[in-house]
Each structure stands twice: as C-alpha cells, then as structure tokens.
DNA sequence: GTTGGGAGACTGACCAGTCAGTCTGAAGGG
DNA sequence: CCCTTCAGACTGACTGGTCAGTCTCCCAAC
C-alpha cells in the first residue's frame, strides 16, 4: 500500500521537473526573447541542470515549441466551447473576445512570447501560430458571413475584417503589456465588443439590446 | 575638370558602399530577423567585406537601428505632410492609412523589419519604436477627439480606438507579408478606411459623401 | 609620404548540446 | 533485515562550432 503510493510519487515528481522547466523557460523567454534567452538561464530559473532539462527537451526549439503548442491548444479548446455556448453575432463576439483577453490576462508571460517572440522566430516555428490564426480567423469570418445572410451587417469582405478585428485585439493587448494598462486587461470587453461589432456596421437596436 | 569630377566621385563612391551595406542588411534582417542574421550574410549580400561594414558602422545593432530609424522618420514626415493636407475626419484618417499602406507596399522588407521583428528585438532597441507608434496614436486619436467634439462620433475612449485601428492596419499588412494578398496591398484602402471609420460610430451621410 | 576606403584572417567570448559520472529508490536474493 | 544490482532522474564540466568585432595589411589617390 504505502509502496504503491511511493511508486506513484515517482513520476509526478518527473513530472515536477518538467513543469518546472517549463514554467522557468516561459519567464526567461518572456523576459529575453527566444533568441537573447540561453538555455542556463533557464537551468537557473528552475533550479535544476543542463542535463535535466536536455533530459526532458531534445532542444531549446522544442521548450519553446511545448510552451507555445500547450498555450495554443487550450485557447483553441477554450474558443471552441465558448463558440458552443453562444447564439448571435453580439453574444458570439463577446465570448470570443472575452476568452482571448481573459486568457492573455492570466498568462501575462505567454501573451509576450505568443503575440512578440512568437511571431519574430524564425520561419520553422511559424506553423502553428499560422494555423492559430488561422482557426481564429475561420471562427470570427464564419461569425460574419453568418451576420451578413442574416442581413445584421452589410456585405463586405469579411476576411479582412477578421484579420482587423486579430489586430485590434493583439494591439490592445500589446499596449496592456507595455504599459500595464488598463488594469485590469479585462476592462477593455465591453467597449472593444462595441468597437468591433461597429466596425463592421453592427447597429445594436432596442431590441437586441434587451 | 576630370580630376574636380573624380574627386567628387569619391563621396558618392562612400556613400555607395554604405547604402550597399544597408540595402543588403534589410534584405537579410527581413528573410532572417535580427538575431538569426549574422554580419557575415550582409557582407556577402553587399558584395564588400567585414572591414568595410565596421568602417560604416559600429555594431550589427547600429546598422539595425541605422534602417528602422531612416524608415520611422521618414513615415514621421509623409505622415506630417499627409496631416497638413487633409481636413475633416474622412480625409485625415484615409491620408493616414494610405500613408502607412502605401509606404508598407513600397518597402516591403522594412515593412517585415519593422512590424515583426524591431517589436521582438531587445528593450534597447524600442525607444524609437514606442515613439513612432505614441506618434501615430496621438495623430490618430486627435482625429477622433476632434470629431467627438464636433458630435461626428459618439464619445468613447478614444486612445483604446487609435490603438485598435493601429492593431487592425498591422495585421492587414502582416497578412499581406505573410500571403502576398491583397495584391496590389492599397487595395484594402477604401474598406480598410471604411471599417475603422465604422468602427468609431462614423456614419458617412449623403452630405458627407459629396 | 599621407590618408581614406576597404579586405579578410584572426580572436576570444559565447552557448547549445554532450556525456561520464552521481544519486536515489526499487526490486530481488540470501 | 541487509546487501547488491539496476534503472532512471539528474549533475555539471566540457566541447567545438559560431560569430561580433578587431587588427594588420593593401591599394589608390593626392
């Protein structure tokens, strides 16, 4: 009994390890950038060594690549339910600015290196971010073709509006980053929803609005 | 008279080797980033050698802050002369977009230096970036103070606005970096320029339209 | 001869990755 | 229980390639 307990302890604390490198690489590359950011830095900030962290890591690009791939995962997940829970173009807009901002709010370092450093690196890291966008973009236009049909927006090219309104948001966000303000990040939801939406000739009538 | 003309031909034979050096270091700054490029590939793409690119400048970062700061001052100016031109809020603001778009279309890998890769460069490297961008917001949402006042637009923050507009032109232009799409890159102009406007509660009336 | 522009070999600091060695815990045998 | 063996997690000194910057030399013009 108290022996299978002890052999579960084993790999968690493999594990702990792991995520301490993790969590360390996340900082320093936050702070530095990939390319100023040398992997002793990191062995310091986790308080490990050399050979453990190349002991869980083929390389410093695939660090970087497990932090920004995890990041990137769970925002995906994160957009996909909140595209499930919401009906219309103001409720879907809201919750899918809501899960972005709030996201880069709780993970201020992955924010820097996935809107900064991310897309700075060089030409092999560049795929998911790609695809990333990619999905976003996909969610958003899907948001405003469907807005369009429904005659709640006029027609226009909805792409570029997506690929706007990704730039609207990282600009805020990079501005949050650089400033610190507003404070906290999250304050900017409702009147960036209603810059958006405006933006793309959304007229909040009497009756939606209650 | 043959010698007056050689002798004359030996500053511009200066001048030639320098701007040699740095059309080249934008050419690689922009395939590789800052950090992935070495002096080396700018001796080789400039056809002269290592002693001549330290005869013209003191680091790899001079020539870095050399290209991007040539380039800031010169959207400053156009941006200025694009000011002084226009009145009224449709104007102004479609002066500032062709500014940025048109300037972004010509110098297409100062475009990539400058929207990818000076924001990841070091903090040394940002102080004249910060500028040019606090310039452009100052610009931009004197706009829209001005139109506020003038009851042209609803009131609202208007420094989130510039920001976001800021956010929405870059991403564009990142898109067409990433894509080559639209092509021509002006062609986002007029729905760019519609789309911002729209997005600050501007509704174009028939009298405004004329 | 002097000066300026430039060439390219060289230097030494840096750093990603390697690897011999250590430590710890588990398992098995006496 | 104690001892031995082994596997896996980890350590940190080391290696060698890289590269920004230096230095000496060359050449041409005056």
Redesign the interface.
């Known amino acids: 009994m108290a022996t299978a307990i002890e052999r579960l302890g084993r790999p968690s604390q493999r594990e702990e390890t792991r995520r301490k490198i993790l969590e360390s690489a996340a900082q320093v590359f936050a702070d ?2 990939f ?2 950011s040398v992997v002793d830095d990191i062995v310091k900030a986790s308080g490990t060594s050399k050979g453990a962290v190349y002991f869980y890591f083929d390389s410093k690009e695939q660090i970087f690549m497990s932090l920004v791939e995890d990041y990137a995962a769970t925002v995906a997940q994160e957009l996909q339910v909140a595209v499930h829970r919401s009906r219309g173009l103001i409720a879907e807009v809201e919750a899918t600015v809501a899960t972005l901002i709030r996201n880069f709010q709780a993970h201020r370092t992955l924010a820097k290196i996935v809107l ?2 991310w ?4 030409a092999e890291f560049q795929g998911k971010r ?1 695809a990333l966008k990619t999905m976003l973009v996909e969610v958003l236009r899907g948001y405003l073709d469907r807005a369009v049909q429904d005659g709640k927006i006029p027609a ?2 909805t792409e ?2 997506a ?10 966000v ?2 949050w980053l ?1 400033t610190g303000k507003p404070n906290p990040l999250d304050e ?1 939801l409702a ?2 929803t209603r ?2 939406l ?4 959304f007229v909040a009538s009497p009756a939606a609005a209650r």
């Open positions: 530095k950038g390319y100023r900064v450093d897309p700075a690196a060089g790609i226009q090219d570029m509006a690929y706007a309104w990704i730039g609207a948001i990282g600009e805020i990079a501005r650089n900017v009147p960036l810059l958006l405006s933006s793309v000739g």
